[in-house]
């Protein structure tokens, strides 16, 4: 049972226009979700996190929406450039009960077109 | 350079040797954690640490994996009696928990790629 979905394997956009990757959970004891980015034979590169107390957190061009009702997050990359183009994982993790392990989905592959 | 870093990035073996690898976290990281990343998949929880106190292993983890921090500082992840199925990426991490810190977020090495022949 995989707890976290990305259930777009890939996405194409044209530079300079917006790029919107979704994120769905089941486990309602997570609390605290994270972006990463990753590029070939690296390690994943954390972008931006939010706790389940807020609904929108952003920092530069990267927003991250939580929507706890319906159990989705989304991450906003406006305006989306080349060096963009990367794999984004979503992930969650329970920290209310001293979890420690982060829960990822499978990613989605991003390609931004010059 | 104060990232996490990881030895060594890559390694081959035959089928049925041992194999270590190292994780090195940020200096100021209490926690550590071991993710194996395979192809088309997100990171798989493996095990983490805080301080030198193993605090919880995946099902994963057979008992042909063990990992430790004995000084609390580096790690280490053997793998015994390796299998093919063992090839994956290994991924370290590290995070600062605790205190005034309300979020848990982990930065993660550059990987250790197995390769099992």
């Known amino acids: 049972d995989q707890q976290v979905k990305q259930n777009s394997p890939s996405l194409s956009v044209q530079e300079g226009r917006i790029s919107i990757l979704n994120c769905d959970y089941t486990n309602s004891m997570f609390d605290y979700f994270l972006w990463y980015k990753k590029y070939p034979a690296e390690g994943p590169t954390f972008l931006i996190s939010?706790?389940?107390?807020?609904d929108k957190n952003e920092d530069g061009r990267f927003t991250v929406f939580l929507n706890k009702s319906a159990k989705h997050l989304s991450l906003h990359i406006v305006p989306s450039q080349p060096g963009d183009s990367a794999v984004y994982f979503c992930?969650?993790?329970?920290?209310?009960?001293?979890?420690?392990?982060?829960?990822f989905g499978d990613g989605t592959t991003l390609t931004v077109k010059p | 350079d104060t990232g996490v870093s990881q030895n060594p990035r890559h390694k081959i073996t035959k089928r049925g040797q041992n194999v270590t690898f190292r994780c090195d976290p940020i200096?100021?990281?209490?926690?550590l954690y071991w993710y194996r990343q395979t192809l088309g998949q997100g990171p798989e929880f493996l095990t983490y640490f805080q301080n030198e106190a193993q605090l919880e292993k995946s099902r994963l983890l057979s008992d042909r994996f063990s990992a430790e921090r004995p000084k609390g500082s580096f790690s280490t992840l053997e793998i015994q009696r390796t299998e093919q199925g063992d090839s994956a990426m290994y991924l370290c991490a590290s995070s600062s928990f605790g205190g005034r810190a309300s979020t848990d977020t982990q930065y993660f090495g550059p990987g250790t790629r197995l390769t099992v022949l």
């Open positions: 939010i706790s389940s107390i807020k």
């Open positions: 200096s100021e990281h209490n926690r």
């Open positions: 992930a969650a993790s329970a920290l209310r009960t001293n979890a420690g392990k982060s829960t």
